[in-house]
């Protein structure tokens, strides 16, 4: 495993010291979907509760790798949360991922300056539309609802808002533990109170 990015608000782990349940989640993510285990962001967290950390994320393997909804459209949908909760790691991590699914730089760029993304193609819009709403007015209405439907379907509407609910959590746990970013990445958001 990696030299660990820590948490400045949970005590240091290290390989050497990581507990057999925590062993088994790295070993879990590193199997999974995602090939690799990281001592960085949600999982360096999650390793401090290491069953919890085993479902949240199975959950998001299933969101990212197994879902309907088009990779650029989930990618976007991320971006999006993460400048919701001005998540820099998530936002670090997920932005060039945005893009490599095909997500214009111009869009990233609105996005991360708080404004709607004008230029967008209109499924984005639409996607925007839907996480703007739900975020704002924790509803979403059947005009907007609709667009996203027609989109998506059936089920790729239900795995929007899982991984809209998904990613808010991640945003959360990333801020409230005040994950560090990488060495050598820039935050994206101007941090409250700084």
Request: charge should be positive.
């Amino acid at each position: 495993m990696p030299k660990s990015l820590q948490s400045p608000r949970l005590p240091e782990l290290s390989e050497e010291t990581l507990t057999t349940e925590q062993r088994a989640l790295a070993e879990s993510i590193k199997s999974g979907p995602r090939g690799q285990f990281k001592m960085a962001g949600p999982f360096a967290i999650y390793l401090h509760s290491p069953s919890f950390g085993e479902l949240a994320q199975k959950l998001g393997g299933h969101l990212r790798f197994k879902t309907s909804v088009p990779p650029r459209l989930m990618e976007f949908a991320i971006v999006v949360t993460a400048a919701h909760w001005k998540a820099q790691y998530e936002w670090a991590m997920h932005a060039p991922m945005a893009e490599k699914q095909g997500v214009k730089p111009q869009t990233i760029r609105d996005l991360q300056a708080g404004r709607a993304p004008k230029s967008a193609p209109r499924d984005e819009m639409a996607i925007y539309a839907f996480i703007k709403e739900l975020y704002a007015k924790r509803r979403v209405s059947k005009p907007t609802f609709n667009r996203a439907y027609k989109l998506l379907g059936e089920a790729g509407t239900v795995e929007l808002v899982g991984l809209l609910g998904y990613y808010a959590m991640v945003s959360m746990t990333l801020n409230t533990f005040m994950a560090p970013l990488p060495e050598g990445i820039k935050a994206a958001f101007k941090e409250p109170g700084k």
